[in-house]
């Protein structure tokens, strides 16, 4: 079945949109895809009700604010109870149309399971790939090194994610190779891979630590890539495995320094891994929100209230690519809105732009798990 957001992700230069043109097409997006699920999932159904909120009360892009919204820890919940039919109980889809279960890694050891239909897998791939192609700025004649396994290797959401939302720019088979070869990151084939391609520019995806991993090992030999003006080092997740050892800039120094790639090409992604998709920084290292996400900062006291920009406050995001389960999320996560949406970055897209600060803790956390504790009373039921 074909939705609005589909006309929304296929535009042609989404980011350049019309400032009119992406509040009203998100609103049709977000509204109808909001009556699917509220019309197939019983429980998120359930829950709306208990908020006395349905689609009908949904007139205007200011009445997004008003949708409920699921804590992103709920679905960890869910996987940590080992029972498949709980994960199916959230689904808005039929079970025979879900193909595959998408997971991402966690603290707890265990992955959080998502489920997907062909619908959802197709649109976060395209929308992916249009925040690589259109923020990113990568080429159909580019070279991507990916610092992590093969996605057949792995279930892990990331992996899979940036490899299908690469895989349509790079379509060639010798464009994207993997630098983590039985279980380690491989620095000597990589710098080979690096050194014998064709293609141009070429770049690199992965998390910290694997980026320092390689830069130690270039030190400790002595050496130094000279990679292209135009290549990237994207980097996304595992700032957990080095936080305490090396910040942000002192990273960013130590990859421009190893492997010749300028600062401004050093770009940062928030991995929304609830709605598996990620806010790509620009040369100006602000992570733009794609016009089919709605994006908001929520009052920790009242997450019905959206603070302003330049407040601190919980992350929610809502989309309307995923049809296979509700992926209006409330996250456990603070961050703050740096560009307004009427406002321009300086890199001269308009639109929303975030920035990630920290884990929620003390009462901005309790107000996530009280209403964690409403949903997963509402399955019991």
């Known amino acids: 079945m074909r939705y609005i957001c589909d006309d929304l992700i296929e535009h042609p230069n989404p980011f350049g949109m019309g400032l009119d043109e992406a509040i009203q097409k998100r609103f049709e997006a977000i509204k109808e895809v909001f009556t699917h699920h509220y019309n197939n999932n019983r429980i998120y159904q359930k829950y709306c009700n208990n908020h006395g909120i349905t689609p009908d009360d949904i007139k205007s892009h200011e009445d997004l604010l008003y949708i409920p919204l699921l804590p992103s820890d709920f679905f960890k919940e869910l996987s940590l109870s080992g029972k498949e039919e709980d994960i199916k109980k959230i689904a808005s889809v039929p079970e025979s149309a879900i193909v595959t279960y998408f997971t991402t890694s966690g603290t707890t050891g265990e992955p959080t399971k998502y489920p997907f239909d062909r619908d959802s897998i197709r649109r976060t791939s395209i929308s992916n790939v249009q925040i690589n192609r259109h923020i990113g700025e990568i080429g159909e004649g580019d070279y991507m090194i990916m610092l992590t396994p093969p996605p057949e290797e792995t279930q892990t959401g990331l992996v899979r994610g940036m490899y299908m939302s690469t895989k349509p720019i790079l379509n060639k088979d010798d464009q994207i190779s993997f630098g983590v070869r039985e279980g380690k990151i491989d620095t000597e084939y990589i710098v080979s891979e690096l050194n014998s391609t064709n293609y ?31 290549s990237k080092a994207f980097t996304s997740g595992g700032w957990k495995r080095v936080k305490g050892e090396v910040k942000r800039e002192e990273l960013d120094e130590i990859i421009s320094k190893s492997l010749g790639i300028y600062k401004e090409n050093i770009r940062d992604g928030l991995g929304l891994t609830d709605i598996f998709s990620w806010l790509l920084e620009c040369s100006d290292h602000r992570k733009h929100v794609p016009p089919w996400t709605y994006v908001s900062i929520r009052n920790p006291n009242n997450l019905e209230e959206e603070l302003e920009v330049g407040k601190e406050g919980l992350f929610a995001f809502l989309t309307p690519i995923i049809t296979s389960y509700p992926s209006f999320v409330i996250t456990g996560d603070i961050g703050v809105m740096t560009t307004g949406y009427e406002e321009e970055c300086e890199c001269g897209r308009i639109g929303p732009t975030v920035e990630h600060r920290r884990r929620a803790k003390g009462m901005a956390a309790r107000g996530c798990a009280l209403v964690l504790e409403e949903v997963i009373a509402l399955m019991r039921k």
Not at 201 to 210: K, N
Not at 222 to 230: N, T
């Open 200 to 230: 141009r520019p070429r770049h690199l995806f992965g998390p910290p630590f694997a980026y320092k991993k390689i830069a130690e090992d270039l030190i400790e030999e002595g050496k130094e890539l000279r990679l292209d003006k135009e």
